[in-house]
């Protein structure tokens, strides 16, 4: 299995502009998760979606911030308009579910606003 | 709120030292617990984990077990090496299912 896929891996961008994300999780994984990893606030949940549909989005910081899943095999976080405090880390996740589940980081996106 | 702590880092060992990296958790009901490994310039990978009380979960030669009297999820390993520098996350599952991390503790271990 390729494992959670994300794209692109390295973003830089100006202040104001528009950035998305994107994610491919594991195959057959009914979860999906969005995390960001900042020195300052370590790892937090943003979002998270059970079979397509958003569960919890407590940690999405302010509107700028939206998430989206169209299907089983693809999701978007889109920051509309960036900040630079928007610099950070963002790991996609997917797990299979329930009690006890594992969830599977993919690679992380490295996202810098200037 | 749920939530986990881990003790504070850097851990600097030299190789072949035992290595504890202790984790205390606050839930409510008994979480299922894990230790995540972060390597540098890369994602979290599943180290171990435990779901229930007095379950020990092991990998790689690191072995944790689920301590519910103390709450504690304590990471040892018996001989580091070089190659187990990295950053270290405990974490639970909530009964929302969402993971709480700790903050996380960095391992260097030095030939």
């Known amino acids: 299995d390729a494992g959670v896929i994300q794209s692109p891996r390295h973003e830089v961008t100006e202040m104001g502009q528009e950035v998305t994300l994107r994610c491919k999780p594991i195959?057959?994984?009914?979860?999906l998760f969005w995390y960001r990893q900042t020195m300052m606030r370590g790892l937090e949940l943003l979002i998270y979606?059970?079979?397509?549909?958003?569960?919890?989005d407590s940690g999405m910081p302010e509107d700028r911030f939206s998430a989206k899943m169209p299907n089983a095999s693809f999701s978007t976080l889109k920051i509309q308009p960036s900040e630079p405090r928007d610099s950070a880390v963002y790991f996609c996740?997917?797990?299979?579910?329930?009690?006890?589940?594992?969830?599977?980081f993919g690679p992380g996106t490295r996202l810098l606003v200037l | 709120g749920d939530s986990v702590t881990q003790m504070e880092g850097p851990v600097t060992l030299s190789e072949e030292a035992f290595l504890t990296i202790n984790c205390t958790y606050t839930?409510?009901?008994?979480?299922?617990l894990f230790w995540y490994v972060q390597y540098p310039g890369e994602g979290l990978q599943l180290l171990l984990k435990?779901?229930?009380?007095?379950d020990k979960g092991s990998n790689k030669g690191f072995e944790a077990t689920y301590r519910k009297e103390t709450t504690s999820f304590h990471l040892e390993k018996g001989s580091v090496q070089v190659s187990d520098s990295a950053v270290y996350f405990c974490?639970?599952?909530?009964?929302?299912?969402?993971?709480?991390f700790g903050s996380g503790t960095r391992l260097l271990v030095r030939p």
């Open positions: 839930a409510t009901g008994y979480p299922s």
């Open positions: 974490a639970l599952l909530d009964s929302s299912y969402k993971l709480i």
């Open positions: 195959s057959g994984h009914n979860s």
């Open positions: 435990a779901t229930k009380a007095d």
């Open positions: 996740a997917s797990g299979s579910g329930g009690a006890g589940e594992t969830q599977y």
């Open positions: 979606f059970n079979n397509n549909v958003p569960i919890d």
